[in-house]
């Protein structure tokens, strides 16, 4: 069973098109509040998952831990519901998180401005101005967040595999259109493979949160790849003993796996922060 993820720009009917289609694959719906019920089973508090959600965090904000707690799990989070297949992504820059993944499909929703504002106005029972100004807001944040997250241009039609306009597309008619383009790209072949990805992307925040979470060793910056039965450590710490601590640490998540290193010495680098 393939993942689908949607983004879109708000009033671009992006929840209908995605209920549509996950009605008739007889998929999981995945949105904001399954991912955050999921986030917060974990301990995450709720606060912490407000302040970056869809948007890029303030100044201060970027500083935090709070801001590498919160990519750390988002991502844990899409990587356990994606283990499941046959699911629906919307938002939460799902598309830039799998997008690389054998088997998604990634799917941009977009409409013309006036549509939009007539939409919002329906909506949020606003005049047009203040509807404007609703849809600049969200075009902002949602940029701010990819841009800032996942270094991408969140608009650009090349960054995903379809680019529907639902001005003129009913949802039923895109749900159509992503269910051609799957029969003719998701074998069984690529759902396999996906799924084989899916496990090491899911053993890789394992290892980074075992070492990062549960043992607290100072590695900073660290990020852990597998494929094909290898793990490897990448980050930056002050001495050989740390990153031996690391190794043996992510050892303990996964003994059947190879592990080696790439993370960088610098000494100096406590005194520096």
């Not at 998952?49 to 844990?76: C, G, I, M, N």
């Not at 396999?192 to 290892?207: D, F, H, K, S």
Request: glycine fraction near 6%; charged fraction near 25%; aromatic fraction near 10%.
């Amino acid at each position: 069973m393939a993942i689908i993820t949607f983004s879109r720009e708000l009033a671009a009917l992006g929840d209908e098109t995605a209920h549509e289609l996950a009605k008739q694959l007889n998929y999981r719906f995945i949105d904001k509040q399954t991912l955050e019920d999921q986030i917060k089973s974990w301990g995450v508090a709720g606060p912490k998952l407000e302040k970056y959600d869809e948007r890029k965090p303030s100044f201060w904000a970027s500083l935090s831990q709070d801001r590498d707690d919160y990519v750390h799990f988002l991502k844990t989070a899409m990587y356990t519901e994606a283990a499941q297949g046959g699911c629906i992504f919307i938002g939460r820059g799902a598309s830039m998180v799998l997008g690389n993944v054998p088997g998604v499909v990634t799917v941009f929703l977009v409409a013309p401005q006036n549509i939009r504002i007539e939409r919002v106005k329906s909506y949020f029972q606003c005049d047009e101005k203040r509807a404007r100004q609703i849809i600049d807001q969200s075009d902002h944040d949602r940029s701010g967040f990819h841009r800032y997250f996942f270094d991408v241009e969140w608009k650009d039609p090349g960054n995903y595999h379809l680019s529907l306009n639902t001005g003129y597309l009913h949802p039923a008619a895109c749900a159509d259109i992503v269910k051609i383009f799957m029969g003719h790209n998701i074998t069984a072949e690529v759902e396999a493979q996906g799924l084989q990805r899916i496990r090491e992307l899911t053993l890789a925040q394992q290892v980074k949160h075992h070492i990062i979470y549960e043992k607290e060793i100072p590695i900073h910056f660290l990020e852990a790849s597998v494929s094909g039965g290898m793990i490897t450590l990448y980050g930056v710490a002050s001495a050989q003993a740390l990153i031996e601590t690391a190794l043996s640490a992510a050892r303990e998540v996964s003994a059947e796996s190879q592990v080696r290193s790439e993370i960088q010495i610098v000494q100096e680098y406590n005194m520096l922060h």
